[in-house]
């Protein structure tokens, strides 16, 4: 089965840093496109950035572009999400995903979807 498990939240100031983890298994991990979404109290969910597992290419939404970073490792089967210069309007919930449609067509649909999810983590930046 697979299954996706997302840790790494928590709460610090504006400006700070936090760095997600996603810990992937029962799959291929190269054949996936795994990603972040989050999702704040009465609003819609937002898919925050993806990567390509098996070469890299990443997608990220405007709102978190030049803040934060996505990155993988194969031998270790976890993508990160490294958030910096966090702002209070980050604060949600951030759940991990993933399929293997591909980078291409996350980054057309800005990922409107991802196939498998897993369970989320809390990140709250006060002000």
């Known amino acids: 089965d697979v299954q996706l498990q997302a840790s790494g939240g928590g709460e610090v100031q504006a400006g700070g840093s936090l760095r997600l983890s996603c810990a992937a298994s029962?799959?291929?991990?190269?054949?996936?496109?795994i990603g972040w979404f989050r999702q704040a109290p009465g609003k819609e969910r937002e898919g925050v950035s993806c990567?390509?597992?098996?070469?890299?290419?990443?997608y990220y939404a405007d709102s978190v572009k030049g803040r934060f970073t996505i990155s993988s490792d194969s031998a270790k089967n976890t993508v990160y999400l490294q958030m910096d210069s966090l702002k209070p309007e980050d604060t949600a919930v951030y759940y991990c995903?993933?399929?293997?449609?591909?980078?291409?067509?996350?980054?057309?649909?800005?990922?409107?979807?991802?196939?498998?999810w897993g369970k989320g983590t809390l990140v709250t930046v006060s002000s």
């Open positions: 029962g799959f291929t991990f190269d054949d996936y496109t």
């Open positions: 995903a993933g399929d293997d449609r591909g980078l291409g067509y996350h980054t057309v649909t800005r990922m409107r979807e991802m196939d498998y």
């Open positions: 990567i390509s597992s098996s070469d890299g290419r990443t």
